[in-house]
């Protein structure tokens, strides 16, 4: 297993950078799991990894719906791959919800990335990236470690 990686976040835009470059590593099959409180930068992380899968439609919080699906567009130096958007915060941890969702249907193609996955969804792929975003109180700035994990 790779070392955790961490950077500082200055300013959203660097929270997106980060997301177009972690998505050079993301394949189809790959679950990414994403933890951090509310405001952390979560999503903005999700719409950085979307334009760096070339995806279409645009990122946002998909809290209301659970799961958002956008299509494989154009991708630079890779296979095009759809990306799955999902937001585990409502599913509380409910196994039969999450089922539903057939997340391991979806991992035979996409790309899944899960907000507030921690503890809840890494049983879906023989591994994950995780990250990890926290913040300052006052601050914009964020931090991210991020690893892959087995
Ligand atoms: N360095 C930063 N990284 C990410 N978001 C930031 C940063 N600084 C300020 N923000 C703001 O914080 C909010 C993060 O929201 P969001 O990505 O929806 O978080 P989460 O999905 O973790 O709840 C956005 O309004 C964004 O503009
Ligand atoms: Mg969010």
Not at 78 to 93: C, E, N, Q, T
Request: charged share 25%.
């Amino acid at each position: 297993m790779a070392e955790p990686r961490q950077r500082l976040l200055p300013t959203v835009a660097d929270t997106e950078a980060l997301g177009r470059e972690l998505a050079t590593e993301l394949r189809a099959g790959d679950l990414v799991v994403l933890d951090g409180p509310l405001g952390a930068g979560k999503t903005a992380l999700t719409r950085g990894i979307a334009a760096g899968l070339g995806v279409q439609g645009r990122v946002s919080s998909p809290t209301f719906i659970i799961a958002r699906q956008h299509r494989a567009g154009r991708r630079a130096g890779a296979d095009p791959v759809p990306l799955v958007h999902v937001d585990a915060y409502r599913l509380g941890g409910n196994l039969d919800e999450l089922d539903a969702l057939d997340l391991d249907t979806e991992l035979n193609h996409a790309v899944v990335v899960v907000e507030w996955g921690r503890g809840v969804v890494e049983q879906l792929a023989t591994r994950h990236l995780r990250v990890l975003l926290s913040r300052e109180p006052d601050s914009e700035v964020r931090t991210a470690i991020w690893e892959w994990v087995d």
